[in-house]
């Protein structure tokens, strides 16, 4: 059944035909992503952000989404929270998991792409080769990735959530920075040093940055 | 590591305040679904078109699709053509594989919706199980289903891709409606029966109902 699922949805210009055909009116053709973006005056890009936990990926997400939704700009903000407990809520912790969790972000991402929309994903994301993968899912150049960068201490420091405790505790044995490498981007599109900046002047660079890009 | 991702996802908010502490500005505040949808000036919702192969599903939903985009609608297609090739290209056709397979999409629905466009999904989804499953994902309401209703005769007349040839051949063994069941919407919020209604007829139901329940 479901084989023939994706034949069916690939008949629609054969249908068109068909229909015309019979007198009736099909508009048929897909509205592309092009048409979208053209209509709404701004490019879709994937913003991907990558750093340890406490870093502010998530924050700057969010910041950039609420100045570019004063500015009507379509965003959609994908981290952790919406896909782990959701589309990924079947995916455990090993390493083939997480794989496959990043692989699925990339693919929501190629959605929200192809409908015009400005991804702001905030993911710890620590081994390059998920990344340059998601990086391969969207037409080149539409993946723009941001290390936030922060020094460990200062994200332990931060610890909002008393996570980096709980790791020092023995609690939790495996984590980003500590016991389990994270690969820095080695050529990022931008790189945002959160202990250095405010929020303020880093997000500004981010929208200076999507500015050049022809972006916005 | 990814444990933790969620966790980390969810410190925007205290982040904001240790930020503040620290004299940065950080906006913090995620932009809600309503917001955006004020913004537009239409809400979110899933339209669900269900039916058998060759009924019309894509063809309906590529045609609303560009009626809404000339009225700045924001809108995307998700069908097996988007899905199948792309965030469940690793699952199989048996039947855990396939209720995942419609899982996944419930799960990129409440994101798209969340970011407040409408999605115009076209699946068969034969079994009522899974469509009511994706109808518990979003808020009570936003799910509207479409039986996209055709004699199955008639759509295996108009056969686009030749699918159903291929069944009565014996090259396919198992096919919605001829050797498995569809489980046709006891109760769907619309029926378009399009051996009856021509496309501008069935587009206009929707758009009628979709303007009736507020969505446009």
Chains 1, 2 share one sequence.
């Not at 949805?9 to 509205?31: D, F, I, P, R």
């Not at 080695?186 to 660079?205: G, M, V």
Request: aromatic share 6%; with cysteine; glycine share 8%.
């Amino acid at each position: 059944m479901n084989s023939l699922e994706q034949l069916t949805s690939k008949s629609a210009a054969t249908q068109t035909h068909e229909a015309t055909t019979a007198n009736l009116y099909w508009h048929g053709g897909k509205v592309t992503r092009s048409q979208k973006e053209a209509n709404q005056g701004h490019r879709a890009a994937v913003v991907w952000f990558t750093g340890l936990s406490g870093a502010g990926k998530s924050t700057l997400a969010n910041d950039l989404e609420s100045i570019l939704y004063r500015r009507g700009v379509r965003t959609v903000v994908l981290d952790g929270d919406n896909i782990r407990h959701g589309l990924c809520s079947d995916l455990g912790f090993g390493a083939t998991d997480r794989h496959e969790n990043l692989r699925r972000v990339g693919e929501v991402c190629k959605l929200f792409v192809e409908a015009g929309v400005i991804v702001l994903a905030a993911f710890i994301s620590p081994f390059r080769v998920d990344r340059e993968r998601v990086r391969g899912m969207v037409p080149h150049g539409d993946f723009i990735e941001v290390h936030v960068n922060c020094p460990l201490e200062v994200c332990e420091n931060r610890d909002p959530k008393g996570i980096y405790r709980r790791v020092r505790s023995g609690e939790i044995l495996e984590f980003t920075g500590i016991s389990s490498p994270y690969e820095a981007p080695i050529n990022p599109e931008l790189r945002i040093d959160t202990n250095k900046l405010s929020c303020q002047a880093s997000t500004q660079n981010v929208l200076d940055y999507l500015a050049q890009r022809g972006v916005l």
